[in-house]
């Protein structure tokens, strides 16, 4: 044990608030300021925190590059599966009054405008996230971590 | 009666709040090295932020007199934004003064020489 505490506790207090924070800046861009960019970037924030504080090795057990990598490319899926599903119900590519069905026909649009943009806002959270944690894994190891 | 107090006293803690910023702003600019200025940049945020945080705090409890209904989830959220600056800012300060020292900065001293 090195002589860290104030960090290391810290760490430990703040960490579960920082990911709170960025889930209350995702589900608030609906309403106000914020949204899956900057909640993406501070849920990856909280991981980044870890990863100065107790170091690569134990920031890669918690995190490992692979989920990363995988979260950077099942975002961008996420994003495009709502845009194809709405297409493929009928509307244009992104038009979510069409998610769950034809327009005002089937089902209420609003509905599946409340939806659309959750699961949009939610890709681009699990994109910044995954991209984010992979970039600074990167920078920090100086060298591709293979999983 | 009780709103003129509390929009007096909220308008006393935000113009205090400003008064530590602008005089923390100073000691960043003026201060000789790292640790003194570190000081400076603390104060600006626990008792700058913490004065104009108190004093938007008053002003949402009188928003309450008025008869706002959505003061409760602003008082909230002011107390958990004083909360976590209550707790990072020491932090990032600690962090900031160890990274000083195990770069081997020097602490600035007056210099003895002559009256200083």
Same mark, same amino acid.
């Given at each position: ?10 760490? &430990? ?15 608030? !861009? ?30 890669? &057990? ?20 709502? !845009? ?32 659309? *943009? ?26 591709? *971590?293979?999983? | ?9 909220? /308008? ?7 008064? #530590? ?29 913490? #004065? ?18 959505? /003061? /409760? #989830? ?43």
């Amino acid at each position: 044990m090195d002589d860290r505490v104030i960090l290391r506790v810290g760490t &430990k207090i703040l960490s579960p608030f920082i990911l709170l924070f960025a889930l209350y800046v995702q589900f608030h !861009g609906d309403f106000g300021p914020g949204g899956g960019f900057q909640a993406g970037v501070i849920f990856a924030a909280a991981f980044v925190l870890h990863a100065l504080v107790f170091g690569l090795g134990n920031a890669v &057990k918690v995190m490992p590059p692979k989920v990363a990598y995988v979260c950077g490319a099942g975002g961008v899926a996420l994003y495009l599966a709502v !845009g194809y599903l709405s297409m493929f119900r009928g509307g244009e590519f992104l038009n979510y009054s069409y998610l769950f069905g034809v327009y005002g026909y089937e089902h209420d649009p609003t509905h599946g405008q409340h939806i659309g *943009i959750i699961g949009i806002e939610l890709g681009v959270l699990i994109t910044v996230f995954g991209v984010m944690v992979a970039l600074f894994y990167a920078f920090a190891g100086r060298r591709r *971590i293979d999983p | 009666m009780i709103d003129l107090v509390l929009e007096v006293a909220s /308008w006393i803690s935000i113009v205090a709040g400003l008064f #530590f910023m602008l005089v923390g702003t100073i000691g960043v600019l003026r201060l000789p090295d790292v640790y003194t200025r570190l000081h400076a940049a603390g104060m600006t945020d626990t008792m700058g932020a913490g #004065f104009l945080i108190l004093g938007m705090m008053l002003q949402t409890i009188e928003g309450i007199l008025h008869g706002q209904d959505t /003061w /409760w #989830f602003v008082l909230v959220r002011l107390v958990l934004i004083y909360l976590f600056i209550l707790f990072t800012s020491p932090i990032a300060t600690h962090a900031l003064a160890r990274a000083g020292l195990a770069g081997g900065v020097e602490p600035w001293t007056a210099p003895t020489d002559g009256d200083a």
